[in-house]
């Protein structure tokens, strides 16, 4: 029996959950689960341009491991890609970084944006 995950640092959470090819209903096609664990590494990575070390300190892994969810994260796309599949983001074993200076958290609404 291998040892428990530990939970992944994310700073942000997807707005959009589904991408899926365009005029194929999203019932009639196979679908792939990308974790938010590796949504979170892909914007570190490709939208943030982060080198590996930066991204894995972020997210409060390792390099290696930032390494394995990053590559796993780029296969899963691309197979999608080339297969005509959906792609599903939810899971993971995460918790929410909170970056606030007066010591007190805001939360907003994915919903409305009703911040509080």
Known sequence: MGRPHKERRV???????HY??????LRGLE???LTIVEMEAIRLAD????????????????????HRIINTAHKKIASALWKG????????NFR???HCQTGMRHFICA??????
Do not use: Y
């Open 11 to 17: 700073e942000q959470i997807p707005s959009v959950t």
């Open 20 to 25: 899926k090819p365009a005029g194929i209903p």
């Open 31 to 33: 679908e792939i689960n």
């Open 47 to 66: 939208i943030e341009q982060l080198d590996q070390g930066a991204a894995a300190d972020r997210m409060e892994v390792s390099r290696p491991t930032f």
């Open 85 to 92: 599949q959906a792609i599903r983001i939810d899971g993971g």
């Open 96 to 98: 929410i970084a909170h």
């Open 111 to 116: 919903h409305c944006g009703h911040r509080w």
